[in-house]
């Protein structure tokens, strides 16, 4: 085959000058200045010489459109209050900062690593506390994991298959409404996104340091949350030890380095936290014995898998939030408009794409990324369809890339078979593959159909799109008209992604979405507020409850933060490992009682002393009364301070942390505090520090018991007492 050499370039006299040539004297700096930044400008925004043209713009209005959806109106967003109050916690407090705790005294922190909490927490130092603040790095990790998928996608399978991929993954319900969030679930994605970058560039080059910067980059997603990071391990370890282009004594070796690397990247926070005393640092949120490790191996851990019936540390209590665990729990009514639009086609696209590199040399890189991305998508899979542990819609945005990759590469691979007619039973494989996801996907819609308009319309296209699609890739095929086929590919695009561009724009538009539990699309009912309860990511009527959302400024401490509500506070927001399953209710002018909810399925907490009510005027009297104190109060549950903390800008400690079954508060230290003058004020109810679990355990009703002998009960408010040196002996 004839290559044609490139132009010479010019010299200064108009002459040819050879590319080896330096340049003349003073040049070199105007080029670099000049030319040099002008060329890598122009390429940034047309994309590289062997691209098509319509490759980077392309990828510009993918990447535009994922921004306007993460982006849209953030300020009427909520977030989770969880999470809200241990960033501005943060913002008061380098020590809270660094241990994620949820107050700026540092009492307990939340039940997660506290690296999403950094991102956040740097931008709302920067920029000051706020929804807009915090949100920024969310919807900045987001779309910048599109663009990386793209990357990935393109470099194997060509500019059609990266824009294929990245449209899909943004335009996946549950990514939209989680990013739209600040659980930290969109920073764990794109860190094993990058995580899979570099090792796959590890496998093309057989190099070392990029598998060291994947184990790295995993390493940050495990301080993200934790053992969901690992997930995508097995199918790492695999792909690079059969596919790297390297010998095999070579592979072993830079595995092992590798795997140090992700271990170091990984404990270096917990070993330590671990390694201070307790008394000097917060109580570790979720653990049972005051470690991250125990709650990297029960709660964050084998507790998410087995549920109540590990016997591993701490658990999470079987709460699903997104239906029964089976094989089929991706396609049931809650989770299937989340997530499950594009595996029937990704599935068939896995399957067809391998028997495609069947007889491919061992390090081709197609297979390779095909095994990275199946691997991702079914190991992801399983993970959560089979877990027994505490369960939540939005887990599986983690489980998106794979789904996503597959649709791009997978379809292209299959697009080049079916036009291939030497090879005729491939002529059926592609056609099927749209035929069953465009049926799946009417089915989907069918579910909510009467939901609203663009769900009807979404149906219509979905249906008559994928007919046009199947009857023009069968009748081009086999007419030989490529036009025809061209535009029925086309068709089945619009066909596969009518439905999931409807679910994504409702949750965009939404005025606000849970943060607690945020889903995307309508409210299809289902167990413990999974995708229903929740109102489907859409706000329950009335305005957002007070203290649910910070506003674009810290806390005064003087009204509501972030609401229009007055005098009412709630705390009916939880984290990322549970929820009563309600955003709370919204537009009263009294008080608002705190939600109950937690891993535990709502069976903890119950609010600030156990159902008490929680006022403004309450917080208002506390602030008044302080007395210096450190702590403004001592409530039951994470859910409860956290709405405090953000509606008066204090301290507030959570006893029992999330479910209110931590026993991070002692009676032994509680009068510690008290004679300290760190804390005055305590609630507690009949039931000990907040009924439910916490109130179960001998610790709440030794403390409850205590205060109620030596306190003085605050009269205009039921369930709060005061405390003072002289009462702790």
């Known amino acids: 085959m004839t290559t044609l050499a490139p132009p010479p370039t010019t010299g200064r006299d108009g002459g040819p000058r050879h590319r080896a040539e330096a340049p003349p004297a003073g040049a070199a700096g105007a080029a670099g200045a000049g030319g040099g930044l002008a060329a890598r400008a122009r390429r940034m925004f047309t994309g590289a010489p062997e691209d098509p043209r319509w490759a980077r713009p392309a990828l510009w209005a993918v990447l535009v459109l994922a921004t306007a959806l993460y982006a849209w109106n953030l300020s009427s967003l909520t977030g989770n209050t969880f999470y809200n109050a241990a960033v501005y916690s943060g913002t008061q407090s380098w020590k809270a900062f660094f ?21 956040m927490g740097l931008s709302a130092r920067v920029f000051g506390y706020g929804t807009w603040q915090m949100m920024l790095p969310m919807v900045a990790v987001g779309v910048g994991a599109v663009a990386l998928l793209y990357r990935m996608v393109k470099r194997d399978f060509g500019a059609v298959a990266g824009t294929i991929a990245a449209l ?201 990324a095909l095994l990275l991305w199946g691997g991702w998508f079914v190991l992801h899979y399983l993970t959560f369809a089979l877990a027994e542990g505490t369960f939540h819609p939005y887990y599986v945005i983690a489980m998106a890339p794979g789904i996503a990759a597959l649709a791009g590469a997978g379809g292209v691979m ?32 069918q579910r909510v159909s009467g939901s609203g308009t663009v769900y009807t319309v979404a149906q219509v296209v979905a249906g008559v799109a994928g007919a046009v699609a199947v009857i023009g890739l069968l009748v081009g ?70 203290g649910n959302a910070p506003s674009g400024s810290a806390p005064s401490g003087t009204g509501n933060s972030g609401s229009s509500n007055s005098g009412s506070t709630s ?45 403004s005027e309450m917080i208002t009297y506390l602030k008044k009364n302080q007395d210096g104190a450190t702590w403004l109060v001592a409530v039951a549950t ?20 999330w479910s209110g ?14 004679k300290a003058g760190k804390l005055h004020y305590i609630v507690v109810s009949d039931s000990g520090q907040g009924g439910g679990q916490g109130g179960s355990s001998s610790a709440a009703s030794e403390i409850a018991t205590w205060v109620k002998e030596n306190g003085s009960a605050v009269s205009d408010y039921s369930g709060l007492y005061r405390l003072d040196a002289s009462d702790a002996g």
């Open 661 to 674: 079954s931590d026993e991070a508060m002692t009676l032994a230290k509680l009068k510690a505090l008290v």
């Open 414 to 445: 299959l697009y080049g078979a079916f036009k291939e007619r030497s090879v005729a039973q491939w002529g059926w494989v592609l056609p099927l593959a749209v035929a069953v996801s465009a049926v799946w996907a009417v089915v989907l819609l």
């Open 99 to 119: 241990f994620g705790a949820l107050d700026a005294g540092s009492f307990i922190t939340v039940d997660k690593p506290p690296f999403a909490l950094w991102v």
């Open 168 to 368: 899909a993954l943004t335009l996946t319900p549950i990514t939209v409404a989680i990013t739209r969030d600040t659980n930290p679930d969109p920073v764990l994605v794109f860190l094993m996104l990058l995580g899979a970058a570099t090792l796959m560039k590890a496998v093309r080059t057989g190099r070392l340091m990029p598998l060291v910067w994947s184990g790295v980059a995993i390493g940050f997603a495990f301080n993200t949350k934790m053992m969901q990071a690992y997930v995508v391990l097995p199918v790492f370890f695999l792909v690079y030890l059969w596919a790297a282009n390297a010998s095999l004594g070579r592979r072993i070796r830079n595995l092992a380095v590798g795997t140090v690397a992700l271990i170091v990247s990984s404990a270096w926070w917990m070993v330590v936290v671990d390694l201070i005393p307790a008394s000097s640092r917060p109580y570790i949120g979720g653990s049972t014995d005051n470690t991250v490790w125990d709650l990297v191996i029960g709660y964050n851990g084998f507790g998410r898998i087995f549920g109540a019936g590990s016997s591993v540390g701490s658990q999470g209590n079987g709460a699903s939030f997104g239906g029964d665990a089976s094989v089929y729990r991706m396609f049931n009514e809650i989770m299937g408009g989340q997530i499950s639009w594009l595996i029937p086609f990704a599935l068939i696209a896995l399957v067809g794409g391998l028997v495609l590199r069947g007889r491919a040399p061992r390090t081709d890189a197609k297979r390779a």
């Open 571 to 615: 705390s009916s927001t939880g984290n990322s490992s549970g929820s009563s399953g309600s955003s709370g209710s919204s537009g009263s002018s009294g008080s608002s009682s705190s939600q109950a909810g937690g891993d535990g399925g709502g069976t903890g907490g119950g609010g600030m002393g156990g159902g008490s009510q929680v006022s």
């Open 477 to 546: 095929r086999f007419t030989r008209r490529r036009k025809l086929v061209g535009l029925a590919s086309l068709a089945a695009v619009v066909a596969l992604l009518a439905g999931p561009a409807a679910y994504s724009v409702s949750a965009a538009t939404t005025a606000s979405s849970s943060g607690t539990n945020p889903t995307a699309g309508p409210n299809t009912g289902g167990g413990m507020g999974g995708g229903g309860g929740m109102g489907g990511g859409q706000r329950p009527s009335g305005d957002a409850p007070t």
């Open 638 to 657: 994470d859910q409860t301070a956290s709405s405090i903390i953000l509606e008066s800008g204090q301290p507030v400690i959570s006893m029992g942390g």
